[in-house]
């Protein structure tokens, strides 16, 4: 389970269990949400090869695996809700050496204390995952941001995001703290009023719209959300405009002295990370 080899078993295993209860008729929300991971990446491993293993008899194994876990998950059903999972790893070393490592995973929920810590530990993990070769391009002169909160958030000061901002140095991405609650109001009050239409978000981004010194192209918007079925909101320095109550993406056009901006919204900071890769990229492929 260590090294290249462990990670290749995951991604194979994910991939074919996947593909397993897809082909039962399983939603994407729920094979992401029984997997642990997100709806755009269970979508993206539908367009990418199966995960090659070192040996055929290792892909053998794991894909046999993988029908068993469906046949099992198919008898149970794909809206019962999963209590605990319970996490096996064994190491046989030469000189009949075993490691052994057996955990429960309950899924319990934490105080709010341990809530706010791993929500932090969550934007550290997902300010990591962000591509600097997608977002330089589109970084806002201002800095860019992530921002999330726990379902209890009823004020700014319940929103965990980045001080100072995520800047460009070197070419490379830099945070200039540790992300702490309270540290973005703007971002923060854009969080909460999507919150109040659309709970289902959590987490916000924001980039640099489509344009240049003669406007935001508002149509690329529309067609890149049209292209990935998402809904569009639009905002100004005020705040949010009426809205649907689904919200993918907002919109702010800017004005005199108020720089355009567009927000990705997702259900975590891991998955809005994904959602603002997905959208940069269907923008540059409409260039």
């Known amino acids: 389970m260590l090294g290249n080899t462990g990670d290749a078993w995951l991604n194979r ?11 039962q008729g ?26 090659e293993l070192p040996g055929s008899a ?24 999963l209590l605990r999972q319970r996490f096996i790893v064994e190491f046989q070393f030469t000189g009949n050496q075993v490691l052994r490592f057996d955990k429960t995973l309950t899924g319990m929920d934490l105080e709010i204390d341990q809530n ?21 391009p589109v970084l806002p002169k201002v800095g860019m941001n992530i921002a999330a909160c726990l379902n209890s958030a009823t004020s700014v000061e319940d929103v965990a995001a980045v001080p100072g901002k995520i800047t460009a140095v070197e070419n490379e991405l830099r945070t200039h703290g540790k992300p702490q609650f309270g540290s973005s109001k703007h971002l923060a009050q854009m969080l909460l009023e999507v919150r109040k239409n659309d709970s289902s978000k959590s987490a916000i981004i924001n980039v640099r719209p489509p344009g240049d010194h003669e406007g ?22 005020t705040g949010l405009e009426d809205s649907n109550s689904q919200i993918d993406v907002i919109l702010d056009i ?15 900071p891991l998955d809005v990370v994904d959602r603002c890769h997905t959208l940069i990229k269907t923008l540059e492929g409409l260039e």
């Open 26 to 51: 399983w939603s994407q929300m729920n094979i992401a949400s029984m997997l642990g991971t997100t709806q755009s990446t269970i979508s993206r491993q539908y367009q990418k090869p199966i995960t």
């Open 13 to 23: 295993l994910h991939m074919q269990l996947a593909r397993e209860l897809r082909g």
């Open 216 to 237: 935001t192209d508002i149509d690329a918007v529309q067609e890149a959300c049209n292209l990935l079925s998402w809904e569009l909101a639009d905002a100004d320095r």
């Open 58 to 81: 290792d892909e053998l194994t794991v894909d046999g695996w993988a029908k068993e876990i469906a046949g099992g998950l198919l008898s149970v059903g794909q809206n019962d809700e």
């Open 116 to 136: 706010e810590h791993a929500l932090i530990r969550r934007l550290e993990w997902a300010i990591g995952r962000l591509d600097s070769r997608l977002i330089m």
């Open 254 to 268: 800017g004005d005199f002295g108020w720089e355009p901006s567009l927000y990705v919204l997702g259900a975590s």
